[in-house]
């Protein structure tokens, strides 16, 4: 996933179905208060409480009917701006929040003068509250829209009287959806909103109402960041040398599968189809990555191993499938770099009647998925445009060509937080911090879609390249992440709408920790009462949580956990309540970069590298100079893996049911090969003996759900049509 914080998890709770009625005469709100610092929203009858921000304030650009791509981006003008007009030791930072939107930071004693000076700029529309979830410094920002679905019932003049009783006007319906509209208030604004929305629940004939949260889910964490750091500058940063444990549970292996196709140079790296290639050669003498692939180009170099498997068996699923031929993988994700070499031959043409203006190759919900109509204002593409090219490049050229005094000045608010947790740290350790947090997080990770889509279904050119678990499927792309990993609900609802009207066999969420709301369940849930051939797969979560998080919560949806190549959970896996099934997701220290997934990148662009020379020496967890390839971990890439099995599983049987899907899935996933790590067998225990854990969870349970997923065991049994 991308590096993100929790969603409050609430599965289990309860929601009383609205039931048969008749419209009452009134049907105005109760009205309740709301204050600030007693602030929370709706979620199945659920209070879930929020608090203001007071160091940050977001604000809302004036929309443009064109944008002038050689003209400065907005929030970098405002930034300008602020910094010219207030003085202060920290000058205000100013982040971009997807297109319209940003995110200002507020120096202590600042927020009356920033905010005025802010509403005096003529390209700003607005200021808007900043709000977290308790002990999370997340960005949460309150427009006046909500997310409003009635019962089907309903007249349109019935509609019309609830929106009139409480002051709200139809902004538009959500697209690919019925009966579920974005509506504002003519009366209230900023906070306020959350009382509008919680009122509306109380309404009869209405079945949900949220605010349509503008959310940025993606969280710098500048701890990981030092940690791996240190591992890229360790002489066994590759995980050379490290041998991995021996004790594990030695089981017979088959023959080796290094001779099917498809045959690619960078076979032998993804542990994650096929392990025993890469843990025996990390058994012996490697002194490089040239010897560690002439290591893997041994022919039978894995034959008659005792070492123990901790892949999915994508490899000997190979010899009895057809690689997920015709069939459909929607991934809703960040930018979607589709003309990667090893993913443009894997790309779905839309075929649908009702495209959008210059629809083909899926669609871009991160433009036009609030206020705007989507199909009329959103993007055909969903690929890094130029002026968000613009953005990253010049950051990324700044980690490279300015010099550690001048980076810290240039980035200092960023610079000052790392030096208040780690105190002792000198320049140039601050500085290397942050050229790591922008090339690898707020840049590289830019294109975590990308690394996703070819877990999937990467198809490797002339020899040379990835593979992904299903190679002849192909990928809808659906973009609903704007810069700084920003969305808002209604373009996520929109989005699982459109994969399932675009013909989608599956859908994959590697995305999580946003806030639960109910229109985006009900959604799911209508999706998948409509498509019962549809699969939904979403990744648990990177929190370390007892339970999995949302989407992956939600009724109907395959969570999916992460494992390492040593068949440890992964530590930053959620486990617990929820939790289904486990793929390899990686772990970027066990036992170094070799224990993540390599994945297909971004920053291999021209544009990027305009003007420099291809870097010396590792800038980051990536392969090649230029980053066209990098090592990754997270439940985000154990999600994909799965969904490429279930790829797999539909080439062979299309007409198999969700319902016998999931059911193969799981009765053939196996807990050989796994092993609880020290950590989770001391933890499995202090729950027991407090009584918090019931002795009818076993440990694997707990913390594998159903066990590791078999790809070949799931391949052969869904070919039994029955």
């Not at 009917?65 to 602020?82: E, F, G, I, N, S």
């Not at 009869?204 to 710098?220: E, H, L, M």
């Not at 919560?553 to 992460?562: Q, R, S």
């Not at 001391?682 to 590791?708: D, E, I, T």
Request: charged share 20%; aromatic share 8%; hydrophobic share 40%.
């Amino acid at each position: 996933m991308k590096r993100i914080t929790s969603g409050i998890l609430l599965t289990g709770f309860i929601w009383s179905s609205l039931g048969l009625f008749s419209l009452p005469p009134e049907v105005t709100a109760v009205a309740q208060t709301q204050k600030d610092g007693d602030l929370f929203y709706l979620y199945k009858g659920q209070h879930i409480p929020l608090n203001q921000r007071q160091d940050t304030i977001a604000v809302a650009f004036k929309k443009v009917a064109t944008r002038d791509l050689a003209a400065t981006p907005l929030y970098l003008q405002l930034q300008k701006d602020l910094q010219s007009n207030i003085r202060a030791i920290t000058p205000p930072r100013v982040s971009p929040l997807g297109e319209n939107y940003a995110v200002v930071s507020l120096p202590t004693g600042t927020r009356d003068v920033v905010q005025q000076s802010i509403q005096q700029q003529p390209y700003v529309q607005t200021t808007l509250p900043v709000l977290s979830r308790s002990q999370r410094q997340e960005i949460i920002v309150i427009p006046n829209e909500i997310i409003i679905s009635f019962d089907a019932k309903l007249t349109e003049t019935q509609r019309q009287t609830i929106l009139e009783q409480n002051n709200l006007a139809i902004v538009r319906p959500l697209r690919f959806n019925r009966d579920r509209y974005i509506v504002k208030s003519t009366v209230a604004s900023g906070i306020k909103i959350l009382s509008t929305a919680n009122q509306l629940n109380e309404v009869k004939g209405v079945t949900s109402a949220a605010p349509n949260f503008i959310q940025s889910i993606t969280d710098q964490n500048l701890q990981t960041a030092t940690k791996q750091i240190a591992n890229l500058k360790a002489a066994g940063d590759w995980g050379f040398g490290k041998i991995l444990p021996s004790s594990q549970p030695s089981v017979s292996s088959p023959q080796s599968t290094r001779a099917i196709s498809p045959k690619t140079n960078l076979l032998g790296l993804a542990w994650h189809l096929d392990s025993l290639p890469l843990k025996q050669c990390l058994q012996q003498e490697i002194s490089s990555l040239e010897s560690l692939q002439t290591c893997l180009q041994k022919p039978n170099a894995a034959t008659k191993s005792t070492i123990s498997r901790t892949d999915i068996r994508v490899t000997d699923a190979w010899k009895h499938s057809n690689g997920g031929r015709g069939v459909v993988v929607a991934v809703i994700d960040s930018l979607i770099q589709w003309d990667h070499p090893d993913l443009a031959d894997s790309l779905y043409t839309v075929k649908a009647a009702d495209k959008c203006p210059g629809e083909v190759h899926g669609w871009d919900f991160s433009t036009g998925g609030d206020s705007s109509d989507p199909c009329k204002n959103g993007d055909a593409d969903t690929r890094v445009n130029p002026v968000e090219l613009a953005i990253l490049g010049a950051k990324f050229q700044d980690t490279f060509q300015l010099s550690d005094a001048k980076l810290v000045q240039q980035y200092s608010q960023e610079a000052l937080e790392i030096k208040q947790k780690n105190p002792d740290y000198s320049l140039e350790q601050i500085a290397n911090v942050l050229r790591y947090v922008f090339r690898t997080y707020k840049i590289g990770g830019e294109f975590h879609g990308t690394f996703v889509s070819g877990t999937i279904a990467a198809k490797s050119q002339n020899g040379e390249g990835l593979v992904g678990v299903a190679p002849n499927a192909q990928i809808l792309p659906v973009r609903v992440f704007g810069l700084n990993g920003s969305f808002v609900p209604s373009a996520y609802i929109e989005a699982i709408g459109y994969a399932a009207d675009r013909g989608a066999d599956i859908i994959n969420l590697s995305l999580g920790g946003s806030l639960p709301t109910p229109g985006e369940e009900e959604a799911i849930a209508d999706v998948l009462k409509a498509n019962p051939k549809l699969v939904i797969v979403a990744a648990a979560g990177n929190e370390n949580f007892n339970q999995v998080s949302f989407p992956a919560a939600y009724t109907g949806v395959i969570a999916v956990g992460a494992t390492n190549i040593v068949g440890n959970r992964a530590p930053y896996s959620n486990y617990g309540k929820g939790l289904d099934v486990v793929a390899p997701g990686g772990d970027l220290d066990t036992p170094g970069l070799l224990g993540g997934i390599l994945a297909t990148g971004g920053t291999w662009l021209n544009a990027f590298w305009q003007g420099m020379p291809n870097p010396e020496s590792r800038w980051s967890s990536v392969l090649d100079p230029k980053g066209k390839y990098w090592w990754v971990q997270g439940t985000s890439f154990s999600s994909p893996a799965v969904a490429g099995v279930v790829a797999l599983m539909k080439g062979e049987n299309k007409e198999i049911t969700r319902k016998r899907l999931v059911s193969i899935l799981k009765s053939t996933a196996t807990y050989q090969g796994l092993s609880m790590s020290e950590e989770d067998t001391k933890l499995y225990g202090s729950l027991r003996s407090k009584g918090a854990m019931s002795s009818s969870v076993k440990g694997q349970q707990y913390f594998f759900g159903k066990g590791l997923v078999n790809a070949d065991a799931a391949v052969q049994a869904a070919k039994k049509r029955r």
